[in-house]
T-cell receptor, first 114, second 110 residues
């Protein structure tokens, strides 16, 4: 598609429940990035993919967060056993080649953990 | 120290005014620089890339000073629709991830 698509728009989970977010990058883009935006506009990089391969996972809290980009499927970000502090907007972005390229953002998934 | 720092504002300006603000970045290996705008926690949208020579896009002018490690954005003839949070974004070519400032809030009033 011409835009980055993210589903769902909103997600509410109780503490300890699982949350799974999806992202379809722009067609032809090789790189996918996940960012977490908490209060006061702080963006945190989580993970990036080059096609199906993890490119950089230095931002991932590995104990509970996992992500995948499989062929012919939307990319996914999964949080096992959500915590209150996971409440945030999760943005997915894609770019054509990665290096110095503009990243285009999806509309985000608003996760609220109660 | 944060990688990218911005004056959070808010900058409250009347329509037609000029507003300018800066951001500083700490990593001298930074390679690419951008201004994104974000409206009401929607997705960030690219406003403009920032080049070493400085660049202009309509009413918006961006400057990069590598020696002092700061980037600026100037908005001329402000419109009500310019009200938004402006995010200073920096990219290091080795890992492609973006580092964001906390944003500068601009409110243009009639």
């Amino acid at each position: 598609g011409e835009e980055v698509a993210q589903t769902p728009k909103h997600l509410v989970r109780g503490e300890g429940q699982k949350a799974k977010l999806y992202c379809a990058p722009i067609k032809g883009h090789s790189y996918v990035f996940w960012y977490q935006q908490v209060l006061k506009n702080e963006f945190k990089f989580l993970i990036s993919f080059q096609n199906e391969n993890v490119f950089d996972e230095t931002g991932m809290p590995k104990e509970r967060f996992s992500a995948k980009c499989l062929p012919n499927s939307p990319c996914s970000l999964e949080i096992q056993a959500t915590k209150l502090e996971d409440s945030a907007v999760y943005f997915c972005a894609s770019s054509q080649t990665g290096a110095r390229e503009t990243q285009y953002f999806g509309p985000g998934t608003r996760l609220l953990v109660l | 120290r944060k990688e990218v720092e911005q004056d959070p504002g808010p900058f409250n300006v009347p329509e037609g005014a000029t507003v300018a603000f800066n951001c500083t970045y700490s990593n001298s290996a930074s390679q690419s620089f951008f201004w994104y705008r974000q409206d009401c926690r929607k997705e960030p949208k690219l406003l403009m890339s920032v080049y070493s020579s400085g660049n202009e896009d309509g009413r918006f002018t961006a400057q990069l000073n590598r020696a002092s490690q700061y980037i600026s954005l100037l908005i001329r003839d402000s419109k009500l629709s310019d009200s938004a949070t402006y995010l200073c974004v920096v990219n290091y070519s080795n890992d492609y991830k973006l580092s964001f400032g906390a944003g500068t809030t601009v409110t243009v009033r009639a």
